[in-house]
């Protein structure tokens, strides 16, 4: 029955999460490769950090859709691994013997990607937050900001992770609304004949 529940509500939050997501991952991860390795001038960087963070819907609207996007990301994840393990205690057959298809791939990036991601969602929002609603201070907002961009990592390997949780989260977003059902043809009914 928790299945059930968890199903419903992954199934219905994700098409409406799945365009401000699809922009978050896709602009987060054009401004740091485009800033890094491609020398994409700090204007141009600047309006794709824009649209990562919402801002075109007006700057005091940043903080509400960092946390709608964020809070939707992890409802996701959460969601998702719950409807995971328990399909993975229920199913017989392990997921080896499955042809490769959205939903296998689906399996197999989530539990890869449940720790980054959600990393970078709950980080992500503390940092917006902090900023614009607490007067956090710049010590403790750059240490959130340096989580969210996998700073830890060093230079190069911040833009190898910000690359990979990128696409790791598109793949997932694309596997995942390919199996809503969404984009499939509905068949035509048989005509009946008199």
Do not use: C
């Amino acid at each position: 029955m928790q299945n059930i529940q968890f199903r419903k509500f992954h199934r219905k939050i994700a098409p409406i999460i799945f365009i401000p997501l699809f922009l978050t991952a896709s602009t987060g991860m054009a401004h740091r490769l485009g800033r890094t390795w491609m020398g994409m001038p700090k204007d141009k960087a600047e309006i794709l950090l824009n649209i990562h963070q919402g801002e075109f819907l007006g700057e005091g609207s940043v903080p509400i859709y960092v946390l709608s996007v964020g809070l939707g990301l992890i409802a996701m994840i959460f969601t998702g691994l719950s409807m995971l393990r328990l399909a993975q205690q229920k199913r017989k057959n392990n997921l080896k013997n499955q042809p490769l298809n959205a939903r296998k791939v689906h399996q197999i990036l989530a539990p890869i990607l449940f720790l980054p991601l959600f990393l970078s969602a709950s980080t992500g929002i503390l940092y917006r937050l902090g900023k614009a609603w607490f007067g956090m201070p710049s010590e403790v907002s750059k240490f959130l900001l340096g989580i969210h961009q996998g700073t830890y990592f060093g230079p190069f390997g911040r833009t190898i992770y910000v690359a990979l949780i990128g696409l790791g989260l598109i793949g997932m977003l694309i596997t995942g609304i390919n199996m809503t059902g969404i984009f499939r043809k509905k068949r035509a009914k048989p005509s009946e004949e008199s």
